[in-house]
Every structure is written in C-alpha cells, then in structure tokens.
Nanobody, 130 residues
Framework: QVELVESGGGLVQAGGSLRLSCAAS????????MGWFRQAPGKEQDFVAA????????YYADSMKGRFTISRDSAKSTVYLQMNSLEPEDTADYYC???????????????????????WGQGTQVTVSS
C-alpha cells in the first residue's frame, strides 16, 4: 500500500508562484508514475501533470505547459509541482496521484482520467486572487 500526503497549497496573488509537494510512503518502490490533478469548485477533476518513476519523463496538460513543472526526488519519495504565473483560473483543490508498476500504462492513460491512478492524497487547496 502507498500513502500520499500533499502540502504547499495556499493563497497567492495572480502572477505569483507556489510549489506543491507530495510525499509518498509505504511501498513506493512499486510505483510506476505519479501525477497531479485538480478540481475547481463545481467542475470535474482535470489532469495537470505526470512523471514516470523509471525515467522522469514528464507530461503536461496543454494549459499548464510553460507555467507548471513537475519533478521528483526519488531519495525523498517526493513529487513536486512548481506553479508559476498563476491565474485565478488555477484556483482549485490539487491532488497527488500514483499508479503502480504492475499496471503497465500508456501516455494517454497517464494524461487521462483519474481512474487511471490507484493511490490518492487528500488534496491541497490553491487559491489565486485577482
């Protein structure tokens, strides 16, 4: 079993930056990929970014490219989401997710529905004021 704990959310002005962290514990050696999703009030949960644990190859939703950066510290079993040039539209609850190695995946699956991920954190709230 794997547990994920997010941190780093908060209130920031438009144009500002935040770095979210996701600390994984438990059988982290079994993870194949980790990702971030977000859910704004009254909206569906959307893919933000993902990173493969075997190669650190990264994937981004189109609207986040150039503004958000996902990275991983394997020694700390932690994934980060650096968010720059934040906009009020980025206001949402951000969730960390992970997919195990024993479930082979395609790029489309990593960037797809939240059901493609098996483990989830409790979420961290990000509010961007205009």
């Amino acid at each position: 079993q794997v547990e994920l704990v997010e941190s780093g959310g908060g209130l920031v002005q438009a144009g500002g930056s935040l770095r979210l962290s996701c600390a994984a514990s438990g059988r982290t050696i079994t993870l194949g990929a980790m990702g971030w999703f977000r859910q704004a009030p009254g909206k569906e949960q959307d893919f933000v970014a993902a990173i493969r644990c075997d190669s650190d190859i990264t994937y981004y939703a189109d609207s986040m490219k150039g503004r958000f950066t996902i990275s991983r510290d394997s020694a700390k079993s932690t994934v980060y989401l650096q968010m720059n040039s934040l906009e009020p539209e980025d206001t949402a609850d951000y969730y960390c997710a992970a997919r195990p190695l024993w479930r082979p995946f395609t790029t489309a699956q990593l960037m797809g529905r939240s059901a493609e991920y098996d483990y989830w954190g409790q979420g961290t709230q990000v509010t961007v004021s205009s």
